[in-house]
Every structure is written in structure tokens, then in C-alpha cells.
DNA sequence: TAGAACTTTCAGAGATTTGTAAATTCTCTG
DNA sequence: CAGAGAATTTACAAATCTCTGAAAGTTCTA
């Protein structure tokens, strides 16, 4: 099976386990389309076609990958297209994005504290939470500062 | 306002927010509900009544939520009904599970490299991603462990 | 082991989501 | 600055998902 086949069906198949995930299943496509392609990056026009979606869909999944920090557009010289790629760190703003979930959950802790009290059979439940997730907000945040630092030097002579 | 209500509207408001981060919105509530109230357990009819939903919706809900070991089923001497009620260490367990996702996307990653080879635009950008979710992978896990022991230290004096 | 009390499963109705096609808006270029 | 080429928005249609109600299955008790 040739290269692009390949890398086809890898992206599909990714796209299929984000969907399951909760990500909306063309936003997932197009995400792991720009993510496996063999391109530099892609234009609208090249996503309808490999994906078989209109350029509406198109459309909509870029304005949820954009915000999210997935994919970038690029200014394409010579070409009035916009053209997308994914973006150099996109893992880690991902990952930044979950965080602020877990500082949701965390105020939701606080909030049904608030309401029951401490002490209180909700109360404990409630403070097993908060406390989990101040401790993993406090330990995470780090680490994906460490890992952005990490990468940065590792690849300062490689930037593209 | 009265505290129940006040802890019905946090479990509502959190089911909210889960169903908008891709959980089912009847799994979310039963969830929440569990949470927040101040019964030790509740039974599939006291969610029913509450939630103003049948039985069968309770039923797959349960159905999802024990793998996730979220909630768990609890033997209730003197009643034949089931009992149900938000586990110790849920919090723990559902991060866990995330990790599963990690590893996912780390072999999702080792496929492109193996059909696009390390030397190209492909190769670089599964790169990154193979790296950062080893990375992720990697720290995340003691990370969990050592907060399941922390907590469990702490709280061996006062287990229900 | 018969029967009662619950739970689970399943088919179909209803609601929601999501994509398409067309109209609109935006943005370059000549 | 007019117009062409793209991108975005919108209204509607199609597809999907999810709940309900009812039937079937389980499990405990007498």
C-alpha cells in the first residue's frame, strides 16, 4: 500500500477515536487531515476535496481548531487561498486548554461546599474533589511549561 | 434558597458543563446527582424521581458510569433495590482513564512515522506529538499514584 | 419453585445535531 | 474602485442520537 494510503487511513482512524472522545467528528477530520498530510499545509479547497465535505464544514471545524491552537492559517504568497497547517506546539496548548476544565471542577467543588457544608456526608465528597483537582491544576501546569521550555531548546536550530 | 436546592442546581450546572466537554447529558446528570446529594446512596428510582427520567435512561447511565469507576454499586442489607453511590478515588480513576487516551495518541503518532519515515514535513510533526505524549505519559502516571497515596494516608483515619 | 420486586433490553418516537447549498460578505487585484 | 475569487453565514434537510414505554429477564423470598 502506498505512503499516502496510508497516512489516509491513520488520519481516519485518529479522527474516529477523537470523535469518540467528544470532538465533533469533521472538526476531528479536518484536524487529523492537516496533522497526517504529506504538505506543508493545505488549503479550504484541498480539505473539501480529500475529505468530501463542503466548504461550509470546512469553515466551521477551522473556527473550532483555530481558538483551540491546533491549526494556524498561513499567509501563502502568490496563492489568494487561505492555507492552513498544524500548528508547532499544538500538543501542549491542548493540553493548557483541559486545564482550564479542571479549574471548572475545581470551583464546582467549592460551589457544593458552600451549599452543604463541610461536615456533612456531601461535604467529604465534595472536598475529595476539590482537593483533587487543586492538586493536579497546581502539578500540571508546571510540567507543560517544562515540556514547552524542553522542546524550545531541543529544536531551537530546527525551526522550520 | 434552601441547601438541597441549592446543591440540585450545582449538580445541574456541572452536568452542564460535562455534556458540553462530550459526556452524555443523562450520564452527566446521574452523575452529578450522585454527587451532590446528601443521601449516602441514592436507588435507580430516587434518580428517576429526581431527574425526571425512566428507568431505562437510569439503567445505561449506571451502565457507563461503573466502568469509568465513577460510581459503584453498593449492597443495601434490607432492600432489595440497588443502591448506587459516587466512589472513593472516582476522580483518580477518570484521570487514569485519560491516560489510556495518551498512549492512544502516541501509537496514533508512531503509525504516521512508520508510513512517512522521520525525514519529512509528516515525519517532523508526528514527531512532536510521539514526544510530548511520551512525555505526558511518562509524568502523569506518578503523578496519580502519588496523589492516590497522599490522599490515602490522610484520610486512613477517617474512612467511611 | 412460584411469584413478586426490580433491572435490563429493545423498538420506535422525538429531539438534537450537523452538513449542504445558496446567499452574503469579505478581500484582494487590475 | 469595480469586480472576481474566496470564505462565511444561514436556512433547511438529512442523519444521528437518546429517551421512553413495554416486554423480557433476573434474583430474591416465602
Not at 20 to 32: D, L, N
Request: proline share 2%; glycine share 6%.
Amino acid at each position: 500500500m502506498d505512503t499516502d494510503q496510508r497516512l489516509r487511513e491513520a488520519a481516519e482512524k485518529l479522527a474516529l477515536t477523537l470523535a469518540q472522545g467528544g470532538m465533533q467528528k469533521t472538526t476531528a477530520r479536518v484536524m487529523t487531515a492537516l496533522l497526517y498530510t504529506r504538505q506543508e499545509s493545505m488549503t479550504a479547497a484541498d480539505l473539501c476535496e480529500q475529505l468530501s465535505i463542503s466548504s461550509g464544514a470546512v469553515s466551521t471545524a477551522v473556527k473550532q481548531l483555530i481558538p483551540l491552537g491546533l491549526i494556524e492559517r498561513v499567509p501563502a504568497p502568490g496563492s489568494r487561498r487561505d492555507h492552513y497547517r498544524f500548528r508547532q506546539g499544538a500538543w501542549a496548548s491542548l493540553m493548557s486548554q483541559q486545564n482550564a476544565m479542571l479549574a471548572t471542577m475545581g470551583a464546582a467543588a467549592q460551589e457544593g461546599l458552600d451549599a452543604a457544608g463541610e461536615d456533612s456526608i456531601t461535604g467529604r465528597r465534595l472536598h475529595e474533589m476539590k482537593d483533587f483537582y487543586a492538586y493536579m491544576t497546581e502539578q500540571l501546569i508546571p510540567l507543560i511549561d517544562s515540556w514547552r521550555e524542553r522542546y524550545a531548546v531541543q529544536h531551537a536550530n530546527t525551526a522550520r
